[in-house]
């Protein structure tokens, strides 16, 4: 059985650009080196004649004249003569005539510069031969002066072309590609960064739209205009998935909305029933679980409410009335468990932004639930301060691995009551969650304390104090999108909330 084997490759789609570049780079490096290996010996010999030409082309324009028209030397401002003077056997220059005679030469030598076993031939041409023993380049270039026509013939030995390479030009060479090598990486890998960068800026914020997508904000949407068009796909899909996702939540809502509603009729005239029989004991115990029943159905209702954004009406207000509100109302609660109430309010509270009649759920259910678990005798302490406010109850408190999950709906501690459903403090994380508050529970000895922090929501300027008067009702009637029968028939359910509760409390 043959073995497999699997390449790695990056999970960052940043990093597989880079290393399908960087191999890219690599192959292209690789097919370069193979290439200057197999064409390195053609390349230079034919660098070298073409450099010639050009040298032979150079000498021939900037040859100079005696006055009887005979050349006698070069330019010294363009030719340098130490050239011939010092390499007289490497380096060698012949001036012919029309009639193939040397008139001038660097070496005092009269010999023509031809291709071995050859004559002079009078015509422009790049061509090869030995001169005592050595291998030579020459180059013959014509050239007219005052209606005659001259041949400059230059020529270098081979040893010296190959000891000027190996010496001077492998390294220059070698040098030169690692200098344009290493320029060629740098400016490439920062390029690329920075080209990878921009063309990833509208995946990152379609990433950072996402993670702000919350159930509270499931009509966001990733956005489409700027994404590359191999990604784009993906992110319609997703906004796809999410107008599915919105409809089944909204379906959801809407449902618990509903079937809460239709209870409440069938439970009022099932204790209206059970009102009209004869006072006993069962009597009193069907009245009791009708109540517990109509309380639960209340929950499911006010917590359906409480989960959406647009039953809530932020606005400043005085929190000092609406504490002592919700304060004076679970005195009562208090009294009859035979526990004390305590309120602290700060000297420098300021006004808060929020939704009065959930600011009142909200209080209420976390007095409730310290009432439900202080002991006979207890006291629950109310602290209001101007960043939020805490709830303190001496009972027995909350085991650390409950903590996480105080406030998940229907959980109910080891301690829990018989008439609780488990979702009164579900309902105060959905409100808090609702005006951008931090709801935390933190257990203390004794007890545990209930605190809600909103120092990101105070308004920098309070808005007017309300007109004094008479409180109104305890919760108000959210503004409601009516477009839902559910959500119609939920529009009252707060206005007459308190009035069932102390129908259930009391």
């Not at 009065?356 to 439900?372: D, M, V, Y």
Request: charged share 25%.
């Amino acid at each position: 059985m043959g073995m497999r084997f699997r390449m790695w490759w990056p999970n960052s789609l940043r990093n597989r650009v880079l290393a399908v570049l960087g191999a890219s780079m690599v192959l292209s490096a690789l097919l370069v080196g193979l290439a200057s290996t197999v064409l390195w010996e053609p390349f230079t010999r034919w660098v070298l004649r073409d450099q010639i030409e050009d040298n032979g082309d150079a000498l021939a324009r900037h040859m100079s004249f005696d006055a009887a028209g005979r050349p006698n030397g070069f330019d010294k401002a363009e030719i340098e003569p130490w050239i011939f003077e010092s390499f007289r056997a490497e380096v060698l220059l012949r001036v012919v005539d029309a009639n193939g005679r040397a008139i001038y030469s660097t070496d005092g030598e009269t010999a023509v510069l031809t291709r071995d076993g050859k004559g002079f031939e009078p015509w422009r041409q790049s061509f090869t031969f030995t001169r005592r023993g050595v291998a030579m380049h020459g180059v013959t270039i014509p050239r007219d002066h005052a209606g005659k026509r001259l041949f400059v013939q230059f020529a270098v030995s081979d040893r010296m072309v190959l000891q000027m390479r190996e010496s001077i030009g492998f390294d220059v060479l070698r040098q030169g590609m690692l200098a344009l090598g290493a320029t060629f990486v740098l400016v490439f890998f920062v390029t690329i960064h920075l080209v990878l960068r921009q063309a990833l800026q509208p995946v990152r914020e379609a990433s950072s739209a996402a993670r702000r997508i919350a159930p509270r904000t499931l009509d966001q949407r990733l956005p489409v205009t700027g994404q590359p068009r191999e990604l784009r796909p993906l992110v319609e899909a997703f906004n796809a998935a999410l107008d599915r996702l919105q409809g089944g939540f909204k379906t959801q809502q809407e449902f618990l909305s509903n079937a809460a509603h239709e209870l409440k009729t069938p439970l009022a005239l099932i204790r209206a029933q059970v009102e009209l029989a004869d006072a006993s004991a069962w009597r009193d115990q069907i009245l009791d679980d009708v109540d517990r029943v109509a309380r639960q159905v209340q929950q499911l209702l006010l917590l359906a409410e409480a989960s959406e954004p647009r039953n809530y009406r932020i606005e400043a207000l005085d929190p000092q009335p609406a504490v002592r509100e919700v304060f004076d109302f679970m005195e009562r609660v208090a009294s009859r468990h035979d526990v004390t109430l305590g309120l602290q309010l700060s000297p420098a509270l300021r006004f808060w932004r929020a939704d009065r009649g959930a600011l009142f759920t909200l209080l209420k259910n976390l007095l409730e639930n310290a009432i439900q678990h202080s002991p006979p005798g207890g006291v629950v302490t109310l602290g209001v301060s101007p960043d939020g406010f805490s709830v303190l109850d001496r009972g027995k408190g909350v085991a650390e691995e409950d903590l996480p999950r105080l406030f998940e709906r229907f959980w109910r501690g080891v301690d829990r009551r018989e008439q609780g459903a488990g979702l009164g403090l579900a309902i105060c994380i959905e409100i808090a969650a609702a005006h951008g508050w931090r709801l935390s529970a933190h257990r203390r000895s004794p007890g545990l304390e209930l605190r809600c922090d909103m120092v990101a929501t105070t308004p920098a300027e309070p808005a007017p104090p309300p007109s004094e008067g008479p409180a109104g009702p305890p919760l108000r009637a959210p503004a409601l999108d009516n477009s839902s029968p559910g959500l119609a028939a939920a529009s009252g359910f707060q206005a007459d909330y308190a009035q069932s509760m102390r129908r259930a409390l009391f």
